[in-house]
């Protein structure tokens, strides 16, 4: 793909996957990038810092819509490849209000899906989630299962379900219409730039250095469910390699990092990273496990390496850090509720 004629329309580009995915197509020097999102999803002075890295360039150009809307399909003229990142993506906040999941998740991503396909675009990149596997049985006792993408589905949220969907139909789309789809199943995405939303315990790594920076205790929930954490710019990387390679076409493939993390193994290793960092001596309180919270597993890499030509670059270690050195250079953006 020569990204100097290609032009790209990036649902969500204001959010924190979307934006880091609209720096790496600004870096291949892409067309022009349309960046759609309703910029409903933080207050501005959070949501201005992810749209710094781009707002000055030549080729990116911002349209305030909302995907569940269905006049959309104007803003698709003489796109090429789409990347659907736009979503309601909080799994806590989807159980609780499931009609906005839906109106988000299912309703806003058919009309992504039918104005891609009424537009002639060439490749449809959708963001899916490691939520759709829920809890899954470990081929090796004691061990923290694989989760590999010929699984059976498992959703255990309204928001799982909904990104499943999102599978099924842009598969279908691919197998009916002939509208080259490619599924991403992010595996629990932190770095710079996040910023957790009220009353949710996604985003774990942030809240965690919020708090400890805060000088307030990390809260675990739970403790025994394992995640895969996997960097932002690896992330926005597979996204991009996605729509680059060919023959993944119709195919979900899982984007992480291969390597399994327990949540209170996680808490240890951020409170030894910022006592060795800034001297700070961190707490860790328990609680709960929260509704529809999976137990989790980690990736299975190896259709990523095959489909996407993507390995993950950044460590658990390394990534944290980098995402205390960010917040640390941007203390007014931890928000009072966290």
């Known amino acids: ?25 600004i870096e291949r020097k892409a067309a022009t990038i349309r960046v759609m999102d309703n910029l409903n999803a933080y207050p501005f002075n959070q949501l201005k810092v992810y749209g710094k890295e781009f707002q000055d360039a030549d080729c990116v150009e911002m349209v305030r819509a909302d995907i569940a809307s269905k006049d959309i399909g104007e803003h698709f003229k003489d796109v090429d490849v789409v990347f659907h990142l736009a979503a309601y993506a909080d799994v806590a906040a ?50 923290p299962p694989v989760f590999h993408e010929d699984m059976k589905p498992n959703p255990l949220s309204t928001y799982a379900n909904s990104k499943l969907w999102g599978e099924y139909e842009a598969n279908l789309f691919y197998k009916l219409y002939g509208l080259p789809t490619t599924s991403l199943r992010y595996f629990s995405v932190y770095g710079p730039m996040q ?70 193994s996680l808490a240890e290793t951020i409170k030894k990273i910022v006592k060795t960092k800034i001297g700070i001596e961190s707490t860790i309180d328990y609680g709960p496990r929260p509704k529809g919270d999976p137990l989790g597993g980690y990736a299975d890499t190896s259709k990523a390496k095959k489909l996407l030509n993507f390995t993950p670059q950044v460590s658990l270690e390394e990534g944290i850090t980098k995402t205390l050195d960010w917040l640390l250079e941007n203390k007014n953006l931890t928000p009072d509720y966290v």
């Open 1 to 25: 793909m020569k990204w100097t004629r290609t032009n790209v329309l990036v649902t969500g580009g204001s959010g924190h996957i979307g934006s880091n995915v609209v720096k790496k197509l």
């Open 94 to 143: 989807t159980i609780y209000n499931p009609d906005e999941d839906f109106r988000t998740n299912v309703l806003g991503t058919y009309n992504v899906l039918k104005s891609s396909l009424d537009a002639g675009v060439k490749k449809y990149v959708f963001a899916s989630s490691a939520a759709v596997y829920g809890n899954q049985p470990s081929s090796t006792p004691g061990e």
């Open 195 to 264: 910023i957790p939303k009220p009353k949710s315990h996604s985003w774990v790594i942030a809240i965690f250095l919020m708090r400890a920076l805060k000088g307030k205790p990390m809260v675990v929930f739970g403790g025994n469910q394992v995640r895969d954490f996997t960097y932002i710019d690896d992330i926005a990387e597979a996204t991009v390699k996605a729509a680059e390679a060919s023959g993944n076409e119709g195919e979900a493939v899982n984007v992480g990092t291969g390597v399994p993390t327990r949540i209170d």
